[in-house]
């Protein structure tokens, strides 16, 4: 059992630290032992996490290095939990000082003094996006025991402020800073991210995540669909407000005998259910969509309160991303391999 | 800890039962101590989720006439589990027997052979909708205990086949077949529905939902956000592909300075959040909407194969629901009386 | 997750009901598929456990017959939950009449008052042992599974009321109504009992169980240890009020030269670690005892106050065993297969 | 949920780190926001458990000193998780070199290569003691929270190698290296276990456990038990082979009538339950006892096998304490914090 820092039944992952206080990190317990990992495997999906990577980035500098403080043993997992930290370098808490009892809209300013009453200001303390790094981390040594059953996740931006991309070369996607998959809408994409930043605006979008080589049967029924998993572990995400699967909303304007995925001795003839049928894996591959919102931190003038009830006008103040989609791409593939160990590993406990 | 028919982590519930076995039921826990319930106030969701209440829905006739064997001590619960069950009577499993060794397309038949090998080929047997009577059953306690809290859970059909609900009148939901909060749609859904069921076809649909009364606060952060919790919850119903929350995909195409929620004096501007930020709610109206998908049971003929690979084409036979909408909005609210009651229950152990 | 009322964490159960309620019975989650099992082999466990045995058992006569209500299909397991229920027959809540606001000693009437306030007086209610039927049909679900496993759990009578088993000839358990298993300790025990039976109160007594058949490894490691497990699982019974493994209590007098279980090439040349190390199974038997309480429920007189703190003498109505021994046997049997499979099955997922 | 090294289900802790790698610590969540709390708090129980602080404790040298990384913000905690870290200074791996093929006796060397294959040899690794720093640091932030409760856990050596303590004088207890509470006995103890490392030998003793200021009403019925949980913390604890409550193993020979604590109107009249009846606290002193057996590294020669099943003679090599009880007490008292600040809260989620 857990905390609500905790994700995960048999592999799991527990994190620490706020945006601005002194380091972050995460607990990852359940791994298999006898495994190769190095931190370079993890350096590795943190750097392409990390701030200030590009135009369309926060300008934040963080290296973000990480280091393994336990679980690995001359180069292998021991089946103990692996610590891996990260410090807070660029902090900057003080340009939080001015409007620290202001609520910023769009942000979980007012739910936390409501919730908690006393309340870290320092650029969202637990709430901020950084709580993610111990995510991605962790979903790293995830992904490096998935690699070993032959699962691959890729995620990219599908949409940013309505441009569409409409052709997918998974090449792509590193090599550009919005992390799109078609290189004609990505140039367009930036364009309008760039634009939006230098207006003080910012914009949402849509990011896809394809699932390949998960065997059939991987998934649990009743309440722990993978489905159902994977929507938790998806809207987890702070800046996350939807998800689909397959055909996903377009189901909704169907006919069954347009949406149901019928067989021959070839295999599924369609994939509408993007993969899972009863909460359990096809073996297809597994494909769902999910609606990032803009960036709440803008720096046009907003309506908002204080603690007190007291009208202002905000203008937010601090580093951000005009867009979260390129940055939030690491994290959810994380998420989606923590999902997928897992259940891996329920699978394995139910026949064993 | 529990197994994968568990769902809550304080006020909880663990399901049994097949479509076409004995019986189906729940084990209640986590019940506050002291409240006054009645089996009539179970009965009364049940009923409307049970099967042949309508020509849009499906002519199996059960009763699903419930019994509490436990928990309750003259009239009011003790804080011990309370056990409800009801028997299946309507059960035609030789219905079933033509087709057994077939996979039905949509159906977890495939998925189910994959994960456990072993299938009971009844009516789906685990994977059924039959399953969600005992989630009602439970949600009906959560609803109770919510009601003392003052909150109320409001679902309804907002759109079928692509004929979308345009206007809200929420009096009206249960006086329509469909349960679609708008009476001129209405209409044009249960034409559309009994068109399809009379060729053998089938359709999806989306069901909104709206929670009242809610105080801020209510939600864990990180991984046990409220919008996670939920979308956990829905798409753990088998027919769900997708859920967003407030603007949800639209998200995706706003400015920052257009989706957020500004404040004044009197609370928030907008609800583009859907009342919930940072995974925790804002005591504004919870809303979110999912993707129904068309009933996999039709009668049109489709390809599959069965069990030895073996292609046949398959008229599915048995008794279903031409739209799942009507009946699905009993298990949504449920649901959502599950989370609910439960992350209340988390939000006053951290406190106290 | 769970509540209090459930217990495993991949292998679990969740039982319900009062003693003088409608039914008792629970919910077995996370059951291997294509195992065969039967109705008999549970009720086989639940005649052991039953009440009106022999004359040193309580005279209520429940026939404690049991059905499987779901979760087997052609006489196999499907992987789904299996729910196995049994009527209560034999309730006299009429005699709980009388003494309901006053707390009887020993018994969980106090506690049960000052933890939920709105209480069930009739027979201890959920406190009673008769909730233990429900364990015992889940953990002959689990002695199954161990069985193909080449697992054996033995329990048996060592002490009663200072009388103590000196050799152990386990042919003999099944074949006494102490179930002790020295034939010669046996007699003096019966009588002892009958004795005090005969004169109104009760005595306590040890249970020593040894487990073979558990291969090296079992256990997890720092808080989910094997004995940890054991020991949770033991004391989660009501009239356990210790547990010691291996030399137990003698450990504290002997030095580590004595105590460490020493090895040579055929394996270990002592268990005083009573088949644990470190929280894992050696390969050893593994052993342990456990002190058990008089039986509460006694008819001379004894002091108390009413739920008002009013004094009152009372003799304790009802029908009781002079001493639990016996029938806890078949419970602490049932408890051990319980962790040990659910512990198998983490073991699988780790290396899977 | 959680791993193996996750416990506690509402408050919670997730403990990392081996005896000679980089660093040990622990993540602290579900805290109560809006408390005070200290390094110097922590600290302060940090240095009851830290080696080397007399003649009867390992000689290793750590300064052990904490640092909290998050969750405390201007010196109250906010609800975010804590992460307290220490790291190793005064590791020897190498000490560990020459015998790392083989199996200490006593030591969990030989379990933990059948569990994982590949182990961690360093002075035990995870399995060893020091393995505990972290629970005592997230204990002291649970007694903390109890303080505030009105809540005092106070554990001391109750016998040492067969010398027992008679008489209690709690005031004594920190002041003397056995932290007995019986100043008389106290001498003979220090005596012995500096006679028994002067021959290389170590000795096993009895910790008792005295909790004051618990109300009625803490702990959850049937699995979840008071002292269901407390004997899980307890036997968690690698050196522990037992616990016994109240009269616990003496209640084996007692009669209903002695055991029973009868009341009248100003409470009860005795406290043979040790406390808890029924699993709940009464309101009393919870009274329990656990058997420490005698440190497993000793330099007497020992016959042990290596990983290839070869005989050999191994005198242990490293710094040791002769006897753990006086540095388990901080242990113990930490889990027994833990355990009861989970149930408080469990306890307030049930009736809020």
Not at 180 to 195: F, G, L, T
Not at 300 to 324: L, M
Request: glycine share 12%; charged share 25%.
């Amino acid at each position: 059992m857990s905390g609500s820092s905790s994700f995960g039944k048999l592999f799991t992952m527990s994190t620490f630290g706020e945006s601005h206080g002194e380091a972050v990190g995460v607990i990852i317990d359940g791994v298999t032992p006898g495994v190769e990992i190095t931190e370079q495997e993890i350096q590795l999906q943190m750097d392409r996490r990390k701030p200030g990577q590009s135009s369309v980035t926060t300008p934040r500098k963080e290296s973000d290095t990480i280091r393994i403080l336990s679980g690995v043993f001359e180069g292998k997992t021991t089946g103990a939990p692996l610590a891996v930290m990260l410090n807070n370098t660029d902090m900057r808490p003080s340009a939080y000082e001015k409007n620290k009892l202001l609520f910023r809209p769009g942000h979980a300013d007012f739910t936390y003094v409501e919730k908690y009453v006393h309340r870290d200001h320092r650029g969202s303390g637990r709430a901020s996006g950084r709580e993610t790094a111990g995510r991605v981390a962790a979903g790293a040594v995830a992904r490096k025991l998935l690699s070993l059953r032959g699962v691959s996740v890729t995620a990219y931006t599908k949409a940013v402020g309505g441009i569409q991309g409409e052709t997918v070369d998974e090449s792509f996607i590193e090599k550009n800073p919005v992390r799109a998959a078609d290189p004609v809408a990505a140039v367009k994409m930036i364009e309008k991210i760039e634009h939006l930043a230098s207006i003080g605006d910012s914009c949402g979008g849509i990011v896809e995540c394809v699932i390949r080589g998960v065997k059939p049967g991987i998934g649990e029924p009743t309440f722990d669909k993978l489905d159902a998993e994977l929507a938790k572990a998806m809207l987890s995400i702070g800046a996350v407000k939807g998800i689909e699967f397959g055909a996903g909303f377009d189901a909704a304007e169907m006919l069954g005998s347009e949406h149901n995925d019928q067989m021959d001795k070839d295999g599924f003839l369609s994939n509408n259910a993007g993969g899972i049928i009863g909460g359990i894996s096809t073996g297809q591959d597994i494909v769902f969509r999910i609606a990032v919102k803009p960036t709440s931190s803008i720096s046009k003038p907003q309506k908002t309160v204080d603690q007190s009830g007291d009208e202002h006008t905000i203008e937010t103040i601090g580093r951000h991303d005009p867009c979260i989609c390129p940055r939030v791409i690491p994290v959810v593939e994380a998420m989606v391999c923590m999902v997928l160990e897992d259940l891996f590993k329920r699978q394995a406990a139910l026949h064993n």
